[in-house]
Every structure is written in structure tokens, then in C-alpha cells.
């Protein structure tokens, strides 16, 4: 495969050059004979040099698509691009070129879909049965399935990756990334692992500026460590500003007549006491009133009610005082330790 850079305009047939309209060619692989196939930023261009049963043409591909699959064959393999509801497309390459040219289709695909940002590089790409490894110089992009690559895809930004391990088998080696505090794993073959290997250590540590992973663990725990001390400020200042405002109201209490029900949502016991007190001195303002007030309109009073029986109506309602009162105060307990578990993070 060719880079771009390497491959001047002239040089190309004049079919290609007035397809390409000024475009720049990011990579060219040779098909075998004169064919060539052409990855621009936007498309990839696959020009079929005159033979004897056809002649020169080339054929436009578009980044856009939704799908990337491939189906191999003993000679020919094919790649087929699906574009959602404007359909697929399908074109033929050598089998034994097939590498070499997925590998820059996915580049273009990737910038095309914004999976990669400018400037972001795709390095390497790996194909083991149904798992697809796709290291860039920001990420890796894992797909599993059938197709080569669509939109059900994972990726792993190097920006989240704190460590990297590779546990070596009799027949596959476990790929462990650590991502975010959590890990992540997939088998390669062991013959291509030390590819992998190598290649996915070499851009991790790049972007990270580190030589190897044992300066990469060290980098990234103290960022870690940097960003829990963060956290923890955060947190205590959050809780910090907690507000329960006034608290719930009082627990129901049921079985008090309506006065002092009313009292009770209101939130205090005294006020049950004072309206006590003001049927006491309602009582006692009818005793020195000698007509109870009602004046001349020939109405009287039914006289003074008997003192044991105000006492006993005041001692029950004292009595029910001091259960409202011992239920605010469990209440209050309630809302403590509630208060509490809130803080310790429960």
C-alpha cells in the first residue's frame, strides 16, 4: 500500500485524475496488473485498467456507509459497503490484497462516519473470525459479528485506558485493557498477538507520552489519585449544602379530637395546651358574667361546669400532649439518622 504523498497526479491515468477532481489520495493499492484502488478523505476509487473484454473505468465508493462486510472466495474476495436505504455496493479484490485494502476503506469509513477526529491516524487493523481490532492513534474500536465493522461497535478512548495486560495461552492470548477502573478483554490468536501487541502498547503509551507501561501505570495512577482528592472535595461540599428545609410533617394522630388534631399539624403541642387554657377561661368568663351574656334577650346559661370535670378533660388532653410530643421527638430521631446515612453516602 501507497500513501498518498507518494503518489503524484501525474502518474495516474487521466480517467483517475479527472475522477479524483483535485481530491487528495490518503492511499493506493495495487490490484494486480494496472488495476489500482484509491482511498481518498470522502471515497474510494477502484480503477479497472482496458482489457481484452473491458474497457478502462473506475468506479466511486462513498464513506458514508452504515456497514462494511467481506465474503472471501480461493482468488477473489469481495467488500461490500451498505449505505442504510440507498443500498449496498459490492467490489472484487484479490483475496491475497484483501489486508491491504480493508484497512485504509475502514480509515476512510471511520472519518467519514466521525468516528475518528482530524488529524486522528488509523494504524492498525486486525480481523480474527468474527472480531474486528481497529487501533488508531486516539482509540481502539472493537466490533464483534459477522460484518467487518457497523454501528454496533465499542471503542476504548486512550484518554480512559490507566493499564494494559496481555495473558498469554496455548492457543489465544487475552487482551486486558483497563478502562475507566474496569476491565475489558478479548482473545487473539497467539500468531498475531505479539502484533497486537506491540502496536496497541506503542500508541497508547505514545499518546500518553510514556515509553512503557510501567510509566504509563504510574502517570495514570497519580492523575487517578488527583481526581478522587477532586471528588472528595466535590462530595463534602455537596453535603456541605444539604437542606432538608423545615422536615416532613408530624406522624397522623389519630384518635384526638379536632382541636387538637388541628394543633398538631401545625406542628407544636402548646398550641393543644393554649386552646385548652382558652375553654378554661371561656368557662370562667361565663361564671362572672351573671347572665352568661346574653344580656336582656331572655336567654340564660346553663351555669358553671363542674371544676372535677374540667380537670379530668385537662388532664386527657395533657395526656394526649405528651403522646403528640413523643412522637415528634421519635420523628426527630427518624430525621437524625436519616440525616446521617445521607452523609455517609448510603
Known amino acids: ?5 507518494d503518489t503524484p497526479a501525474m502518474s495516474l491515468p487521466e480517467i483517475v485524475q479527472s475522477a479524483l477532481d483535485g481530491e487528495s489520495v490518503a492511499a493506493r493499492v ?4 494496472d488495476d489500482l484502488l484509491l482511498v481518498t478523505p470522502t471515497r474510494t476509487l477502484v480503477y479497472r485498467a482496458e482489457g481484452l473484454l473491458s474497457d478502462e473505468a473506475v ?3 462513498p464513506h458514508d456507509a452504515e456497514y462494511v462486510g467481506v465474503s472471501e472466495g480461493r482468488r477473489k474476495a469481495k467488500i461490500t459497503l451498505d449505505y442504510g436505504l440507498d443500498g449496498e455496493r459490492t467490489f472484487s479484490v484479490p483475496t491475497k490484497k484483501l489486508d491491504k485494502v480493508l484497512h485504509p476503506v475502514l480509515a476512510g469509513v471511520f472519518n467519514a ?5 482530524p488529524g486522528e ?3 492498525q487493523t486486525f480481523r480474527f473470525s468474527e472480531l474486528t481490532i481497529v ?11 459477522a460484518a467487518v465493522w457497523d454501528e454496533e461497535y465499542d471503542e476504548y478512548h486512550y484518554d480512559d485506558v490507566t493499564d494494559l495486560d496481555f495473558e498469554e495461552g496455548s492457543v489465544a492470548t487475552s487482551v486486558v485493557i483497563t478502562v475507566g477502573g474496569r476491565q475489558e478483554r478479548f482473545k487473539t490468536p497467539n500468531d ?3 502484533a497486537l501487541r506491540e502496536g496497541l502498547v506503542s500508541a497508547v503509551c505514545a499518546y500518553h507520552g510514556v515509553d512503557d507501561l510501567d510509566e504509563l501505570r504510574a502517570a495514570t495512577a497519580g492523575e487517578a489519585d488527583e481526581t478522587d482528592e477532586d471528588e472528595t472535595d466535590a462530595d463534602e461540599e455537596r453535603r456541605g449544602t444539604v437542606s432538608f428545609g423545615d422536615g416532613p410533617d408530624p406522624l397522623d394522630t389519630s ?4 382541636d387538637v388534631e388541628s394543633g398538631g399539624r401545625n406542628g407544636t403541642g402548646e398550641n393543644v395546651a393554649e386552646t385548652a387554657q382558652a375553654r378554661e377561661q371561656g368557662r370562667v368568663a361565663q361564671t362572672d358574667d351573671g347572665d352568661g351574656g346574653f344580656g336582656d334577650s331572655g336567654f340564660r346559661s346553663a351555669g358553671v361546669v363542674d371544676d372535677d370535670a374540667v380537670v379530668e378533660e385537662l388532664a386527657e388532653l395533657r395526656k394526649l400532649v405528651e403522646a403528640q410530643n413523643e412522637r415528634l421527638e421519635r420523628q426527630e430521631r427518624t430525621i437524625q439518622q436519616l440525616i446521617e446515612e445521607l452523609r455517609q453516602g448510603r
Request: no cysteine.
Open 1 to 5: 500500500m501507497t500513501r498518498g504523498r
Open 30 to 33: 495495487g490490484l494486480g496488473g
Open 59 to 61: 468506479e466511486e465508493y
Open 113 to 117: 462516519r466521525g468516528i475518528t477526529d
Open 121 to 123: 491516524t488509523v494504524k
Open 135 to 145: 487501533i488508531t492513534s486516539a482509540r481502539l474500536v472493537r466490533h464483534i459479528g
Open 192 to 194: 498475531q498477538a505479539r
Open 255 to 258: 384518635g384526638v379530637d379536632g
